[in-house]
């Protein structure tokens, strides 16, 4: 079994056999997919709206991903980083770690470097992203 944890108490510490990933994928077969996007400190619903979540899976490709199979169709969740600049997901924001920021903010890396600098998911690491991950590093993550 595999426990997941999504940085917030939606799912909180959701353990999944090998039959729900099975009743998830046929969920996710007869279903239409959809993303719910998140920020740092935000959640922006794109569904599901009330009832009942009837299968949860995990993507084997993208752990990060969780899908949940309701009546309404599948929904795709997103794992979101706590802590803007943590690349690596040990709580802490280094300076190599915002070394990488800079990089991929000037195009000399790819963003999938550190997904976690892209606080408002926007797909490319800002000005202000770099500062938080540096108040990140000089104070700590918040939850971290």
């Known amino acids: 079994m595999r426990r997941l944890s999504l940085g917030s108490s939606w799912f909180g510490g959701v353990r ?4 729900a990933v099975v009743i998830g994928a046929v ?11 998140a920020g740092t400190n935000v959640w922006t619903s794109h569904g599901p709206y009330g009832g009942n979540v009837l299968a949860l899976a995990i993507n ?11 009546g309404g169709g ?15 997901g040990n709580g802490q924001v280094t300076v190599d770690e915002i070394l990488t ?3 991929i903010a000037l195009g000399k890396a790819q963003l999938s470097d ?10 490319q ?3 202000d992203e770099i500062l938080t991950a540096v108040n990140n590093a000089l104070n700590g993550c918040a939850g971290g």
């Open 16 to 19: 999944l056999s090998a039959k």
């Open 74 to 88: 599948v929904f795709s969740i997103q794992q979101v980083s706590v802590c803007v600049g943590d690349c690596n």
């Open 60 to 70: 084997p490709t993208t752990p990060s991903t969780l899908y949940a199979g309701m």
């Open 27 to 37: 969920a996710l077969t007869f279903g239409t997919a959809q993303v719910a996007q």
């Open 101 to 103: 920021l800079v990089n």
């Open 125 to 127: 690491i800002t000005v």
């Open 114 to 123: 550190c997904g976690a600098g892209d606080a408002n998911n926007d797909g």
